[in-house]
């Protein structure tokens, strides 16, 4: 999964043809760093279908912000340069993440 910042979300998030999720984690999250390995897994399984990218919240507290992501983990999507749907909450599964890109795609 590729990470994005403010220096680049404009370019891979915004600017993307494909529907895009971008997961908001923070390196203090627990349940940010158990979902990691799965969400790199389900990236790989839906590339042809969604982008997935991650933010590190930390060293991007102004993209909080803008997008009003008050608790991690978040799952934000984004489809045409708008956000389309969202998901969050420490009880997030792999599935609960399968389930946004299905709605998406």
């Known amino acids: 999964m590729m ?4 220096k680049n979300f404009e370019e891979e998030v915004l600017g993307e043809e494909k529907p895009v999720i971008v997961d908001f984690w923070g390196p203090s999250c627990q349940p940010c760093l158990r979902l990691m390995p799965e969400m790199e897994a389900l990236s790989s399984d839906y590339e042809q279908n969604v982008k997935m990218v991650k933010l590190n919240s930390a060293e991007n507290r102004r993209l909080c912000i803008d997008y009003r992501v008050m608790g991690l983990p978040a ?15 420490s009880d997030l599964s792999k599935q609960d993440i399968e389930t946004l890109i ?4």
């Not at 990470?3 to 403010?6: G, I, L, R, T, Y």
């Not at 799952?75 to 909450?89: C, T």
């Not at 299905?102 to 795609?105: K, M, S, Y």
């Open 102 to 105: 299905n709605e998406i795609v």
């Open 3 to 6: 990470e994005v910042n403010k």
């Open 75 to 89: 799952f934000l999507a984004f489809k045409n340069g708008e956000e389309i749907k969202r998901v969050s909450g």
